[in-house]
């Protein structure tokens, strides 16, 4: 009888490595088991044979064959295999013959029914294989789940325990054990928060946490060679300036070193990408959230093909992994020959686990010449502990609970008399201060707002900064009511970091609330930097913080209203009216002075890393104020010419220098501002690639026309009739100086800001001569000129300002600034 079975297994096994044949894979051990089925089922094109044919492999003849009539299944695997099970009431094995040692697959389906006095969803129970421990007191309450392992075999059988947990039992609706292709699992994989570093998967078990297709599909077990079931990305997804591409005809594995064993056509066909088309300039990433069980390293696999075929040649992105580098300026057209639709994988692991949350992210790299990123699939797997587990057994949980427990006791008894004392002081001096603040904005006692003084190193008032903060945190229903619960109509702007609203508190003033996304770890940093940037600062060119909130893990920022909005939208994009040349001078002068007071008012320099038209903002008098400091950056030291970190900022505002030796110093701000200033100029975007190719980029346009001695051609034509041609040419020279490729050769921001005022000087003397010849006052100095009657009025005569026009004048602007913030 053992002999006719396992003629019958190798008949069946023999048949499916023909149908395998046809898609490219012949596994040579395939065992498939509709477990308690006294008959074989088809599914699809492979069928899963009666588990009374492997009585032989089976260790127990005590277990019962269990069946249910249930019709309600829904599953994306086929429900016939759910129809029956095996019961186990005691420990059971399956012992499987390997011919080929090597990776295999073990796939355990599992649907709970009840069954004369058994109820499977209280089955409560372990399974093993080899010495690797995959489930530890599993229990399925509802539904219909399929576990999937993967795991290094080196002997002749395979051994699958099922022990049932002390008076309960075991279940298996079905089981598959294949032999899996060799190119499948990596040896080794580079681990992304240790660079260098790689960990050996030879001697681990993975368990497939999620197989993911981006594009918003499902890619089903049958068109997949190796029966896997890929799940759409839509509910993972925290971003929303996506866009969803197909185009599975276009997929094509010839001459690549990728198989449709990695992943199907289905999976490479679609993907999800940055909808940048609108907007040339965007830097934002895509993001989707997955949950995973904390404690445990992951190979996570990135699945690419460019099926866009964009006409904007090859672009470069970046891929992270819960904010740390996976990938860093990820060349796709490079790595695929510039075949359009060749598929193109890599695997990496990830240690940083101590959450449950893994967050993926894919965005544009500040190398790449646009805004682009794409994703097609993606794939978590567990790999198994150093106890070869891959479960966390409630012993090691309560050891870790116990030993926090401890700790936190043995604190709370050293500091609990300290914290009375410190309890009691600052709850009067908060009651005070909240007294001050609920009369200053006109709120009733019921809106309990709060504020927190954190100049205090000891106190923990505000656990999120790590500097001394000053600032007012309001409750988050104050500000739902201020932004008629963040209603769309009451958008204004929206960002890498978020939205932003216009808002309205009871006593009537106009606030700017920005809304950031899911409390990501890159997100939290901007929000706590930005948060202490504007708290450490005042000054009437730079954008004032009211408040924020972290309540209900949200972080939102509060910042006074900007009537007129972005300089952005009133050079182009919108039918804001014109502004005039005088106009746009002031506007560049009231820039450049919020920047050198970022850059001389206080020690180390505050370097703000992200310069761009869409970060200067204006109020009502069209008074410009420079906003957004998430990035903003300490400078260097005194003894030190620059600080050495990651490149960040907006596509084609970022200093070359920068770029490429990612040494940042206050200059890289000048050369941000000098595309500003080019942006002014021209009234057009930095990038836009609607353009002929020449005219793409703006600074490389406009430079080259500089160089025929024609930047006329590139100017804004409202500019041409109203401005003064010295004026013009000033003004180019000094954007000219801003943009050099060396830093060296830059000006400070002070004689930036000396030249502009001088341009403003030329263009106020063609509008309005007075009767002696002389220039007409300028508006910004005039007031620091009239408060210091020592300060000689004839020294800023035309006649000096030539002179004066090459020395630097950082030392006057610093001692300037400091008036300005009164």
């Known amino acids: 009888m053992g002999n006719l079975s396992f003629q019958l297994i190798l008949s069946c096994s023999y048949l499916f490595c023909l149908i395998c044949i046809a898609s490219g894979f012949v596994p040579l051990d395939n065992y498939l088991i509709d477990c308690g089925s006294p008959r074989n089922a088809s599914v699809g094109n492979r069928t899963f044979l009666a588990d009374n044919f492997y009585s032989d492999i089976l260790s127990t003849a005590q277990n019962i064959l269990a069946n249910t009539n249930s019709s309600s299944l829904s599953s994306s695997y086929d429900s016939t295999l759910y129809l029956t099970a095996r019961i186990f009431d005691q420990a059971s094995r399956y012992t499987f013959p390997i011919k080929e040692n090597g990776r295999h697959l073990i796939r355990l389906y599992f649907f709970p029914f009840v069954y004369r006095e058994y109820n499977l969803s209280t089955a409560k129970f372990s399974i093993s294989a080899q010495n690797f421990t995959l489930l530890e007191g599993f229990q399925l309450d509802k539904g219909s789940v399929v576990k999937e392992y993967s795991f290094n075999i080196t002997t002749n059988q395979l051994v699958l325990t099922f022990t049932p947990n002390t008076d309960s039992f075991a279940f298996v609706n079905a089981l598959e054990v294949i032999s899996l292709p060799i190119e499948l699992i990596p040896h080794s994989a580079r681990i992304v928060e240790m660079p260098g570093d790689y960990q050996n998967l030879q001697s681990k078990a993975l368990e497939t946490v999620l197989r993911v297709n981006m594009g918003n599909q499902t890619v089903h077990p049958q068109k997949d060679t190796l029966w896997r079931l890929w799940v759409s990305d839509d509910t993972f997804l925290k971003h929303s300036t996506v866009s969803i591409v197909s185009n599975v005809k276009a997929v094509t594995y010839k001459n690549g070193n990728v198989t449709e064993n990695i992943a199907p056509p289905s999976v490479y066909g679609t993907a999800t990408k940055l909808d940048s088309v609108l907007d040339p300039n965007l830097n934002v990433n895509i993001t989707w959230l997955f949950s995973v069980d904390a404690g445990f390293n992951y190979l996570v696999r990135f699945h690419f093909c460019d099926i866009v075929n964009s006409t904007l040649g090859s672009f470069l992105f970046n891929v992270y992994i819960n904010s740390w580098f996976a990938y860093r300026s990820f060349d796709l057209s490079t790595l695929t020959s510039n075949v359009i639709g060749r598929p193109y994988y890599f695997d990496v692991i990830t240690s940083s686990t101590s959450s449950s949350a893994l967050s993926v992210s894919v965005g544009p790299s500040p190398e790449g010449s646009y805004p682009m990123a794409i994703l097609n699939g993606l794939e978590i797997m567990k790999i198994s502990n150093s106890q070869d587990s891959l479960e ?59 504020m927190n003084q954190t100049g205090d190193k000891n106190s923990n008032s505000l656990a999120v900064f790590s500097t001394s903060t000053f600032g007012y945190r309001y409750p988050f229903t104050a500000i739902e009511e201020a932004t008629n619960n963040f209603s769309e109509d009451l958008i204004i702007g929206t960002g890498g970091f978020g939205k932003v609203y216009k808002g309205i508190f009871r006593d009537g003033t106009k606030v700017a609330v920005k809304r950031g996304q899911s409390k990501s770890q890159q997100g939290l940093t901007e929000f706590r930097t930005e948060i202490e ?27 006074e209203f900007m009537e007129n909005g972005t300089l952005k939208s009133h050079l182009y994009c919108s039918d804001r009216p014109v502004l005039s040349w005088k106009q746009r001078l002031e506007i560049c002068i009231g820039s450049a002075k919020g920047l050198h007071y970022l850059h001389t008012g206080s020690t180390r320099a505050i370097i703000h890393r992200d310069v761009k038209s869409a970060n200067i903002l204006l109020d009502e008098n069209l008074m410009a104020k420079v906003a957004d400091f ?21 596509f084609g505002y970022l200093d070359p220098e920068y770029l490429t030796r990612q040494q940042l110093t206050e200059k890289s701000d000048v050369y941000s501002f000098g595309v500003v200033m080019l942006e002014i100029l021209c009234g057009r975007a930095v990038i836009d690639p609607s353009l002929p190719r020449e005219k793409v980029n703006l600074v490389e346009w406009a430079m080259k026309w500089r160089e025929r001695g024609r930047i006329q051609e590139t100017i804004d034509p409202h500019l041409v009739a109203q401005a003064s041609e010295e004026s013009l040419w000033k003004f180019v020279e000094i954007a000219e100086k801003c943009l050099a490729q060396c830093g060296l050769d830059r000006p400070q921001m002070g004689d930036v800001l000396w030249n502009l005022e001088s341009a403003l000087q030329v263009q106020l003397k063609e509008e309005k001569p007075s009767d002696k010849g002389e220039l007409a006052p300028r508006a910004d100095w005039i007031g620091y000129l009239d408060t210091h009657p020592s300060a000689s009025t004839t020294q800023f005569s035309m006649g000096s300002l030539g002179d004066l026009a090459s020395v630097s004048m950082s030392k006057l602007f610093a001692k300037m600034a400091k008036e300005d913030m009164r």
């Not at 008399?417 to 904005?441: E, H, P, Y």
């Not at 504007?534 to 910042?559: A, K, P, T």
């Not at 998430?630 to 907006?650: C, F, M, N, R, Y």
């Open 392 to 450: 966390t057994s409630d012993s090691e949980n309560g050891s870790l609970k116990t030993n926090s427990r401890s700790k936190i006791i043995l604190i709370a008894g050293l500091s609990g008399g300290i914290c009375i004392v410190l309890v009691v002081v600052s709850a009067l001096f908060f009651v005070c201060r909240r007294r001050r603040k609920l009369a200053a904005v006109g709120h009733s006692k019921e809106d309990n707002f709060v």
């Open 630 to 650: 998430g990035l903003s950056k300490t400078g260097p030291e005194i003894d030190q010419t620059h600080v050495s970190t990651a490149v960040k900022g907006s």
């Open 533 to 559: 940037m504007l708290s450490q600062f005042r000054h009437r060119h730079l954008v004032s913080l009211i408040g924020y909130c972290d309540e209900r893990n949200e972080m939102i920022i509060i910042y």
